[in-house]
C-alpha cells in the first residue's frame, strides 16, 4: 500500500486529486496538507511516506531551493510538483534540484494516475509537453541571486510571509538556540528544524542566522517606536 502527500493551499483541488488516484490507485492512503508546515509534519510523523505532492506556490514554500533540504532529509520518500506551470523553464528547473517529477494541473485524470504510478515505479516522470518546440528551449536558468537582484533588499517585507512555525523557529534562532535546542523546545525532529532554518534565510534574503537575528531585532525595534 502507498501512502501519498497531497499539498496545496486549494482544497478543492486536493479532494479532486485525491478521489482521482484513490480511483485509480489501488489500496492508496491520502494525507492532505495545506501549506509546508503541514508537510514536513506529516513526513515527520510517517516515516514510511512513499510520495509527496507539493504545489509550488503553497504558503511557506518560497522557492525551489528550499525543497533541496527537504529531499536530503527524506532521502527514502519521492517528491513531485504539481502545477499550473507548464513552461519548460519551470519543469527542467524543478528536475534540476533532484525532484522525481513534474505535473501540470491541465492534464487529464488518467494522464496524473499514469505520472504518479511512474514516479512510485522508481522512475522520473515529466509530461510529454516538456518534447515539444519552445522558444525557451536551450536557455540557461539563472541562479536565483542573479534572477532577482533585489530579493536581499526585500527581506524585511518578506518576514510576513513566514508560517507561524518558521516565526517560531525564527524567534530561538535569534535567542541563539542550536539547531537541537529549537528542535526540543518546539517538540520536533531536528531535521525539521534545519529545513525551516534554511527556507528562514533563503526568505529573509539574509546569509547566515547571525543576520537573521538582526533582521528580527531591527524590526521589532521599529514597531515598538
Known amino acids: ?81 504539481v502545477s499550473a506551470d507548464d513552461s519548460r523553464a519551470e519543469i527542467l528547473k524543478a528536475l534540476s534540484i533532484g525532484l522525481h517529477g513534474y505535473i501540470v494541473k ?26 515539444r518546440s519552445s522558444a525557451g528551449q536551450g536557455q540557461q536558468i539563472s541562479p536565483p541571486s542573479e534572477r532577482d537582484p533585489t530579493r536581499r533588499r526585500l527581506g524585511a517585507h518578506n518576514l510576513g510571509r513566514l508560517t507561524s512555525r518558521q516565526k517560531d523557529v525564527l524567534n530561538l534562532m535569534a535567542e541563539g538556540y542550536s539547531n537541537k535546542e529549537i528542535a526540543r523546545n518546539l517538540d520536533i525532529a531536528e531535521a525539521t528544524t534545519k529545513i525551516h532554518a534554511a527556507a528562514i534565510l533563503r526568505e529573509l534574503g539574509v546569509r547566515n542566522r547571525t543576520e537573521a537575528a538582526v533582521l528580527l531585532q531591527t524590526l521589532l525595534a521599529r514597531n515598538a517606536s
Open 106 to 131: 491541465s492534464q487529464k485524470d488518467e494522464e496524473v494516475v499514469m505520472a504518479v504510478n511512474e514516479i512510485l515505479s522508481g522512475r522520473i516522470y515529466v509530461p510529454a509537453l516538456l518534447s
Open 1 to 81: 500500500m502507498y501512502r501519498i502527500v497531497i499539498a496545496d493551499d486549494h482544497g478543492l483541488y486536493r479532494r479532486g486529486l485525491r478521489l482521482v488516484l484513490t480511483a485509480g490507485i489501488v489500496g492508496v492512503e491520502i494525507f492532505d496538507a495545506a501549506c509546508f508546515d503541514a508537510v514536513v509534519c506529516l513526513l515527520e510523523e510517517h516515516a514510511s511516506i512513499d510520495l509527496a505532492i507539493l504545489d509550488l506556490n503553497m504558503p511557506g514554500l518560497f522557492n525551489q531551493e528550499v525543497l533541496g533540504d527537504v529531499l536530503s532529509a527524506y532521502p527514502n520518500t519521492r517528491f513531485a510538483i
